[in-house]
T-cell receptor, first 110, second 113 residues
Framework: NAGVTQTPKFQVLKTGQSMTLQCAQD?????MYWYRQDPGMGLRLIYY???????DKGEVPNGYNVSRLNKREFSLRLESAAPSQTSVYFC?????????FGPGTRLTVT | KQEVTQIPAALSVPEGENLVLNCSFT??????LQWFRQDPGKGLTSLLL?????REQTSGRLNASLDKSSGRSTLYIAASQPGDSATYLC????????????FGKGTHLIIQP
């Protein structure tokens, strides 16, 4: 039982490049979330998915897209990366109201 | 909009002391409150979850209380140890459509050996 896994762990992009952050959970949870963590700002919700096939915007969705193709996986895509998207990205899934977080992806956009 | 504040922002105490971390939130209509621990460069580890109908939860040396009416929660750590050094984050869920967590900015705790 791996819990919540995220890939990659680290990534450096140039401005304008695109990439997809992957998240998977093996706990059979319906709800999954993407957050970003920035110094002085705390963690903020980007997008969430209440169930397979559904997604909704959180507090800071601009510049991101998500995809929930099946119950296990919830991916976050940056179509045209900007330096303001330099951050640590966390994925989480929920059981009984309790959120379980992955180890994070540290992204730097130059 | 829900806002979560954690006081103090940083705390350094000698090993063995009992300590209290504070969390306040502006909207008392919460679904639950969760305390997390985050070690440097790592993800978040859930410590305690308090449902809105509960007053407190305990796990080992940790005890978290919730007073919804006053918009406050406290995390009590008994007999602190150097291994407790980390950043402690409080987060509330307001339920509804976007039931993501609203996080405080954390308390950076250092336990001096």
């Amino acid at each position: 039982n791996a819990g919540v896994t995220q890939t990659p762990k680290f990534q450096v992009l140039k401005t304008g490049q695109s990439m997809t952050l992957q998240c998977a959970q093996d706990m059979n949870h319906n709800s999954m979330y993407w957050y970003r963590q920035d110094p002085g700002m705390g963690l903020r919700l980007i997008y969430y998915s209440a169930s397979e096939g559904t997604t909704d915007k959180g507090e800071v969705p601009n510049g991101y897209n998500v995809s929930r193709l099946n119950k296990r996986e919830f991916s976050l895509r940056l179509e045209s990366a900007a330096p303001s998207q330099t951050s640590v990205y966390f994925c989480a899934s929920v059981r009984g109201g309790e959120q379980y977080f992955g180890p994070g992806t540290r992204l730097t956009v130059t | 909009k829900q806002e979560v504040t954690q006081i103090p922002a940083a705390l350094s105490v000698p090993e063995g002391e009992n300590l209290v971390l504070n969390c306040s939130f502006t909207d008392s209509a919460i679904y639950n409150l969760q305390w997390f621990r985050q070690d440097p460069g790592k993800g978040l580890t859930s410590l305690l979850l308090i449902q809105s109908s509960q007053r407190e939860q305990t796990s080992g040396r940790l005890n978290a209380s919730l007073d919804k009416s006053s918009g406050r929660s406290t995390l009590y750590i008994a007999a602190s140890q150097p291994g407790d050094s980390a950043t402690y984050l409080c987060a509330v869920s307001s339920g509804g459509g976007a039931d993501g967590l609203t996080f405080g900015k954390g308390t950076h705790l250092i336990i001096q050996p």
